[in-house]
């Protein structure tokens, strides 16, 4: 049942990559399936109280994280939240947050945030829409991680 639900878990974020690069926007039903999908992956290779311990500090993380965000977009950038960093980005943090424990969490959040800088850089030149498409290149970062982990089992995410 695992295998399915991990199937499921890596096909809704293979979506949310294909629909932000193509319409730099993504379904809410996109992100509920991947919250629900991955928080339950989670869920079974943890115990309850292990699960809402980490969750709960992987959101406080999402939270300061945001606010420091919020705070130069507003006062350094100058522009409205939602000009510079679209909600489905941070949906998709969420996401990661409910879908991992803290130490896998943390790894695959920094990793994925660079590796969509540089992807981005790589990609510019050839994108109409010259804006990140952020959650969904951290959602492909994601999936890449976790087929290639499924294959050969290097970690288990779980266990960090």
Known sequence: M????????ISIL?????????????????????????????????FLTL?????GINISVIALISLLLILYIKIILKKKILEAI????FLFFILLALSFP????????????????L???ILKPNLKNKTIPLAGLQA???SLVLIINWFFNFVDIYAL
């Open 140 to 142: 492909f970062f994601v």
């Open 14 to 46: 293979l979506l949310i990559f294909y629909q932000d690069m193509k319409e730099r926007k993504v379904y809410l039903l996109f992100f509920s399936l991947g919250i629900f999908s991955g928080s339950l992956i989670y869920y079974q290779n943890s």
């Open 86 to 89: 679209g909600l489905g980005d």
């Open 119 to 121: 992807l981005f850089l």
């Open 51 to 55: 699960f809402l311990i980490n969750i």
């Open 102 to 117: 803290m130490a896998s969490f943390l790894i695959l959040f920094s990793l994925s945030l660079i590796f969509s800088l």
């Open 2 to 9: 695992e295998h399915i639900t991990t199937f499921f878990f």
